[in-house]
């Protein structure tokens, strides 16, 4: 059974020197820009240029991380990004947005292409799409059990999972909080993680962290993660200094190897009140919730002198085999041999000994000098003639000369090869149509909302489990998968159903739902949380079959209409919008689901709802505070085909009235929000 690779994290020169020295396989980087962790000291392109050099000759793999949401404004950047990752050398890109991936494609035809757990693919079907998209690996959600991420290794696509670092309460690239309450967007890199501040859900005044999880650590379950055909395992921590990454490549090698790691340095190195392995186990709740307090902040000091040790020095990994040749009025020579890499570096012209002459002994003596290298002494051979003396200093000088023409060789023969594209450039139209109609689409959650709805709108977005089998007009009924999925067959089958029974239309929020709604033969329609923001990206869902998709709501208003060039574009104008998808409900968690106050309140006041599935609770949906309203705005909404309302706890009266306001486009009360359709994100 074959390791996996061990990834390790770097934000700095210095964590990539842990990594290597620690015995990482490779590691991942961020640039300057496009980096889920904009606030990480990322590289420049001299940096990323000397850590790949650096990594490369210690055979150790280096993935950047281009894993952000772009603009159409930002393609030829990301694009030239790209590019310059390639020529620099690096082993492949992490990417999250659908049309970033589309663009490197195009350019880099034999780039690897991993899906970033920002992509949400959690289920077997969303890692089969992506297999068909290009992409080489994926990086499943953290969410998963063991055995659902042995589901996804199954399906034959590499798997890189994370085993150790912060665990995020919102499933990635499903949180929008940070962007709604002050424009800095997690999908963009730049999370205020506004969930490690106090809420609390209980409902009294008392300071609570209800949306803090503990760190992640699934090291002690390494063996386990190696059976189940895990090919990557990926250590979190691009913003964390480089004693942690020492700390946390050392405790995964040591269980690889079958030792026992030193959780209690990891602990004391960074963590939150502990670690969780809550999801992988299949164990939430209350055990896996925690917040830094100051005896978490204060630990770290005794642990980081000994952790920089591990790191301070080089420690070689590979056998120099070396061969000298000492010949009467020749300079002298030496070859050297590391794995299939050969050179041969000349010197000083040999002496006559004075006293006594060189011989095997003192050349092996003077060459497996290695110390500070990549290198230990392999074999020495010496091919000397009789009576001929080189000087230490000679000697030393041929050695230093080989080991530098080695490290060329060996740099040139890890940097891979790459077929680079001169344009990625795609045409999706000029002329600009207004749509000749615009549709309305109510958005509900419960089945006694549904008469009520189809009398406000033209179509109705429901749960497919709430999905009546007769008696409706199924040609105006959406059917939307949940958008986490637990059980994947049970979601299939009920979408099999529901088409045996008239159902048209599949409402998609991940590309799980939209393998599934092809292969079954719906129209399809994408929602917000396949984020997309730009041309190419619309481009990509229209080419896996989407006829129209909801615009992400982190956009511009003037931006939107770009999109309506190449496929139809719902737009959400009402309703609140939901900041994070969490599969840890911070309610039940907090006084269960019998005392459940529907909202948790953070230390301004401001109370947010948690809304579930009551049926199954596989996942809850944190609320923005305030309802977005754009109704009285229609006339500087231009391109949607679709006005979607959001309706979630509303009676059927609510539905009416609200709907009414929207169609009339009345004045908005107290309350309301305009969402990031004006001023946007960062």
């Given at each position: 059974m074959k390791d996996p690779e061990l990834l390790a994290p770097a934000g700095s020169m210095e964590s990539i020197y842990a990594a290597c020295a620690c015995g990482a396989d490779a590691v991942y980087i961020g640039g300057e820009s496009f980096s889920a962790r904009a606030n990480a000291v990322n590289f420049t392109d001299e940096q990323i240029a000397e850590a790949v050099e650096y990594c490369h000759l210690r055979g150790v793999k280096v993935h950047r991380a281009m894993n952000t949401v772009i603009f159409d404004s930002e393609i030829d950047s990301f694009a030239k990004a790209a590019v310059r990752s390639a020529e620099l050398g690096i082993d492949a890109l992490i990417v999250q947005d659908w049309g970033g991936a589309r663009v490197i494609r195009r350019l880099l035809p034999d780039m690897p292409i991993h899906a970033s757990t920002q992509m949400t693919i959690h289920t077997p079907e969303g890692a089969r799409m992506a297999a068909e998209l290009g992409f080489s690996r994926v990086v499943p959600a953290r969410e998963l059990s063991l055995e659902q991420i042995k589901a996804i290794c199954d399906t034959g696509i590499e798997t890189e999972v994370f085993v150790h670092g912060a665990l995020c309460m919102c499933v990635s690239g499903q949180c929008y909080m940070s962007a709604m309450i002050g424009s800095r967007s997690a999908n963009r890199g730049q999370c205020a993680q506004a969930c490690r501040l106090p809420f609390n859900a209980v409902g009294d005044f008392s300071e609570r962290h209800d949306l803090s999880l503990k760190d992640m650590s699934h090291i002690l379950r390494i063996d386990e993660l190696r059976k189940a055909g895990v090919a990557s395992l990926k250590i979190e921590g691009r913003m964390k200094r480089a004693e942690y990454t020492a700390a946390a490549v050392t405790a995964c090698r040591q269980a690889l190897g079958g030792e026992k790691p030193d959780m209690e340095r990891l602990k004391a190195v960074f963590s939150r009140s502990g670690f969780t392995d809550g999801y992988i186990s299949g164990k939430t709740g209350a055990d896996m919730f925690g917040y830094r307090r100051k005896d978490d902040v204060t630990a770290a000091a005794d642990v980081l002198p000994e952790l920089k040790e591990l790191y301070r020095t080089e420690k070689p990994r590979c056998p120099l085999d070396m061969h000298l040749e000492m010949s009467e009025g020749e300079p002298s020579a030496l070859t050297a041999k590391c794995g299939r890499n050969y050179v041969t570096v000349y010197g000083d012209v040999p002496q006559q000994a004075v006293n006594r002459p060189a011989d095997l002994e003192y050349a092996s003596k003077q060459l497996s000098k290695l110390g500070g290298t990549v290198y230990y002494a392999g074999e020495i051979t010496a091919d000397i003639g009789d009576g001929l003396m080189l000087p230490a200093s000679s000697m030393n000088a041929l050695r230093r000369a080989a080991v530098g023409e080695m490290n060329v060789k060996l740099i040139e023969s890890e940097k891979p090869k790459y077929t680079v594209n001169d344009d990625y450039y795609e045409e999706f139209g000029s002329v600009y149509v207004e749509p000749k109609k615009i549709y309305t689409r109510a958005h509900i959650r419960r089945k006694n909302q549904l008469e009520a709805a189809l009398r406000a709108a033209d179509y109705v977005i429901m749960p497919a489990d709430e999905c009546p089998i007769e008696g409706y007009d199924t040609g105006r009924i959406y059917a939307a998968p949940p958008r986490y999925i637990t059980d994947e067959q049970a979601v299939y089958s009920r979408l099999k159903e529901l088409k045996a029974a008239g159902y048209t239309h599949l409402f998609c929020n991940n590309i799980a739902h939209i393998r599934m709604g092809r292969e079954l033969g719906f129209t399809m329609h994408g929602g917000f949380g396949l984020n997309v923001l730009n041309s190419y990206s619309a481009a990509a869902m229209k080419d896996?079959?989407?006829?129209?998709?909801?615009?992400?709501?982190?956009?511009?208003?003037?931006?939107?209409?770009?999109?309506?060039?190449?496929?139809?574009?719902?737009?959400?104008?009402?309703?609140?919008?939901?900041?994070?998808?969490?599969?840890?409900?911070?309610?039940?968690?907090?006084?269960?689901?019998?005392?459940?106050?529907?909202?948790?309140?953070?230390r301004t006041g401001r109370q947010f709802d948690v809304v579930c599935d009551r049926k199954k609770r596989e996942y809850s949906e944190i609320l923005n505070c305030d309802t977005l309203y754009m109704a009285d705005r229609k006339n500087e909404i231009h391109g949607v085909t679709f006005y979607d309302m959001l309706f979630y706890n509303e009676s059927a009266n609510g539905i009416l009235s609200f709907a009414e306001k929207i169609r009339k486009g009345e004045k908005p009360e107290k309350g309301i929000t305009r969402g990031l359709y004006y001023r946007g994100i960062i």
């Open positions: 896996m079959g989407l006829s129209d998709i909801t615009a992400s709501f982190e956009m511009k208003l003037h931006d939107i209409s770009a999109l309506a060039d190449i496929v139809g574009i719902a737009m959400i104008i009402s309703g609140k919008l939901p900041l994070m998808l969490v599969r840890n409900c911070p309610i039940k968690q907090a006084v269960g689901c019998g005392k459940c106050g529907g909202s948790i309140t953070d």
